[in-house]
Nanobody
C-alpha cells in the first residue's frame, strides 16, 4: 500500500522559511523520482518541484525558482522541500507523490498546511 506522510508546515511571516518532509512507503523509493505539489485555497493542485532518482536533477515551477529547494534521502525514504523567502501566495496545502513530473499514484497523503501571513 502506497503511503505518503507530509509534515513541517505551519504559519510563517512573509520572508520566512520552512522545511517540509515527506516519508514515503509502499514502493521502491530509491528507484523512483519524487515531487512536491501544492493546492492553494479554492484552486487545483499543481506541481511545485521534482527530483530525479539520485537527486542530481531537479526541476521547479517558475513561481518558486530560486526560493525552494527539493532534496531526498533514499536511506530514509524521505523527500524534502526547503522553502525560503516565503510569500503570501505560497499559502497552500503541500503534498508529495512519486514521479518527477506527474504523480504516479492516486493515493495522496493528508498534506501539510503552509500559511504565509503577517
Amino acid at each position: 500500500q502506497v503511503q505518503f506522510v507530509e509534515s513541517g508546515g505551519g504559519l510563517v511571516q512573509p520572508g520566512g522559511s520552512l522545511r517540509l518532509s515527506c516519508e514515503a512507503s509502499g514502493f521502491i523509493f530509491s528507484t523512483t523520482g519524487m515531487s512536491w505539489y501544492r493546492q492553494p485555497p479554492g484552486k487545483e493542485r499543481v506541481l511545485v518541484a521534482g527530483i530525479s532518482i539520485g537527486g542530481g536533477v531537479s526541476k521547479y515551477a517558475d513561481a518558486v525558482k530560486g526560493r525552494f529547494t527539493i532534496s531526498r534521502d533514499n536511506a530514509k525514504k524521505t523527500v524534502y522541500l526547503q522553502m525560503n523567502n516565503l510569500r503570501p501566495e505560497d499559502t497552500a496545502v503541500y503534498y508529495c507523490n512519486a514521479g518527477r513530473n506527474t504523480p504516479l499514484y492516486g493515493d495522496w497523503g493528508q498534506g501539510t498546511q503552509v500559511t504565509v501571513s503577517s
